[in-house]
């Protein structure tokens, strides 16, 4: 298996994190405590036995290694710079406060969780793939910090690491006819294009598990895309590590590479049978497996497929029409070679998906197929790459080609200038940036000073008798149910004045409310309040507060229902 120095080192994080998660999830179902950094030394060796196993070739044109680098480089740097300065989640949501439950969970205990009676408490995170989870509260371990303080940073590596995946599929799909460095780079600037799927999926709407799991559902598809060149144990070991990952983090991302491992190897012409079989039960078995024993127990989450849930419907403006073109006539230029056909193979699994996935929920009677629309999240890479693929072949075509010498001819006088690639990448960029430049700087929910009013709090006070004094609604959820460990069903928190910034405002005009309240900003509490209360704690503009006079507080029990949802 011969990759590049950047695919090299990106391989040997993804099976760091795939084996992480896995080494973690081990040794709670066989009834061990999670201990980190056991869990870091088995990932280590992992890593580096992968990064042994890799041959290490030259890259395919002058300076490809190097954009690798910068690419991942630049998307970290801007991913960060979004979030700055304190570098916590910047999306909002319950799905973000969902998440951190499942965390805190981990870190307080180092156990998954077991006890049915606890759905109550978590809701269905009690049975949610634990990847990311576990990837945040021992990342926090490791560093001495906490899974707050880790899961955005875990967020923006896999982000950069997928950015940096395209590059290498692109780089090797693309004709060797063609400048491929510049078409490539392309690829990765236009994942920019469709914001709403590539960033707004956890700067927005907080969907953490499913845009980590993405990373290794573009790994798979990265490691078919190596065995097509060269069928190799170790491209199919790759693909199989990939999938556990993406199992343990988002499983529904595993259909469609699955699907396409099938065809690929269906297809590949050449190949014994038994050389068949064994790339079929390597790439899949160790998915399937572990999908068997996360199953045992847990097969009421598969009602998953057929609920409702916030997720927007795909439209043109969207994806943005011009990449919707270009990807589409890359698709059909894909389909003529079987170099470029795991493209065309991999948007057909999603859409299979797709479509079996919307025809469960409108039989479970959803009004918005959830998991369904879910799937446009997964089809902007190989669109991506397919209208880098357009791009290509229009600049072949140019240059009086024709299609025989576009698909593998040597550079010749007749081309374009070795500029004009570069000049197209340039309208591209200009294309995906000005609207980027226009998007408002996400305002995250979550705050240094507030969590540590929070977990003072959840200390010092009893939890169930703390009010929120915040400034949005996710705040106060947040807060509620990750910082103080409040159970998702009961009545207060089923109660959405709960959360409800004015509401709260007004129950601290009123007497006879709950005896504590954490704040955002103290300073900014209108004067009636600021006047009436004691000043408990304070961590910055945050802090804890006390109600002067008579307060009331009674024990908010666990019920059964539906809490707070997307």
């Not at 439209?315 to 493209?343: C, K, N, Q």
Request: aromatic content about 10%; glycine content about 8%.
């Amino acid at each position: 298996m011969n990759v590049t120095a950047g695919e090299r080192i990106a391989a040997s994080i993804v099976s760091f994190l795939a084996l992480a998660i896995a080494a973690a999830y081990v040794m709670d179902r066989i009834g061990l405590t999670i201990a980190p950094f056991v869990v870091l030394a088995v990932a280590v060796t992992v890593a580096v036995a992968t990064f042994n196993a890799l041959r290490p070739i030259g890259p395919g044109e002058r300076g490809e290694e190097f954009a690798f680098a910068a690419i991942v480089a630049a998307v970290v740097a801007y991913l960060q710079w979004l979030a700055r300065p304190a570098l916590l989640p910047i999306g909002g949501g319950p799905d973000l406060t969902h998440h951190l439950m499942l965390v805190d969970y981990i870190e307080r205990h180092w156990r998954l969780v077991h006890d049915p009676a606890l759905g109550a408490v978590m809701g269905e995170m009690a049975d949610y793939t634990p990847g990311l989870h576990l990837l945040a509260a021992l990342a926090g371990a490791w560093t001495r910090t906490d899974g707050l303080h880790t899961i955005y940073p875990i967020v923006v590596l896999t982000v950069a690491l997928k950015a940096g995946f395209i590059l290498g599929i692109a780089m090797r799909v693309l004709p060797r006819g063609v400048p491929r460095l510049p078409f490539a780079i392309a690829a990765v600037v236009m994942l920019f294009a469709p914001r709403e799927y590539f960033l707004r999926s956890f700067s927005e709407h907080s969907f953490l598990a499913q845009v980590v799991a993405e990373l290794f559902a573009v790994a798979m598809w990265w490691a078919l895309v190596v065995w097509d060149e060269e069928p190799s144990i170790a491209a199919t070991v790759m693909f199989a590590i990939a999938g556990v990952g993406a199992f343990f983090t988002w499983p529904v991302w595993i259909g469609p590479p699955l699907l396409v491992l099938v065809v690929m190897v269906a297809s590949r012409a050449g190949l014994p049978v038994r050389d068949r079989f064994a790339a079929i039960v390597m790439g899949g078995g160790p998915i399937a497996i572990v999908a068997a024993v996360h199953a045992v127990g847990r097969m009421r989450a598969l009602g998953i497929a057929g609920t409702t849930g916030f997720v927007v419907w795909p439209s043109v403006e969207m994806f943005g029409g011009w990449f919707l073109v270009l990807g589409s006539a890359g698709v059909v230029v894909a389909a003529t070679d079987r170099r470029t056909r795991s493209i065309v193979w991999l948007v057909a699994a999603v859409a299979l998906q797709a479509a079996a996935l919307f025809v469960v929920a409108t039989r479970s009677g959803a009004d918005r197929p959830y998991l369904a629309l879910k799937m446009a999240y997964l089809a902007i890479y190989p669109l991506a790459v397919a209208a880098s693929l357009t791009l290509a072949a229009v600049w072949g075509w140019m240059g009086g080609t024709g299609r025989k010498g576009w698909m593998g001819s040597p550079s010749s006088p007749s081309r374009p200038s070795s500029l004009l690639p570069w000049a197209i990448v340039a309208v591209v960029a200009v294309l995906v940036v000005r609207p980027l430049i226009k998007e408002a700087r996400p305002k995250a929910v979550v705050s240094q000073p507030m969590f540590l009013a929070g977990r003072w709090a959840r200390t010092n006070v009893p939890p169930a008798c703390v009010d929120y004094l915040v400034r949005d609604d996710d705040s106060a959820y947040w807060l509620h149910l990750a910082v103080l460990g409040n159970a998702r069903q009961t009545a207060r928190t089923r109660d959405e004045a709960t959360f409800d910034p004015k509401q709260a405002l007004i129950r601290w005009i009123q007497p006879e409310g709950l005896p504590f309240a954490i704040t955002d900003d103290f300073d900014a509490l209108p004067k009636d309040i600021r006047t009436s209360v004691d000043v408990v704690q304070r961590f910055g503009p945050a802090g804890v507060i006390k109600r002067r006079g008579s307060s009331t507080c009674t024990e908010d029990k666990p019920q059964s229902g539906l809490s707070r949802q997307n």
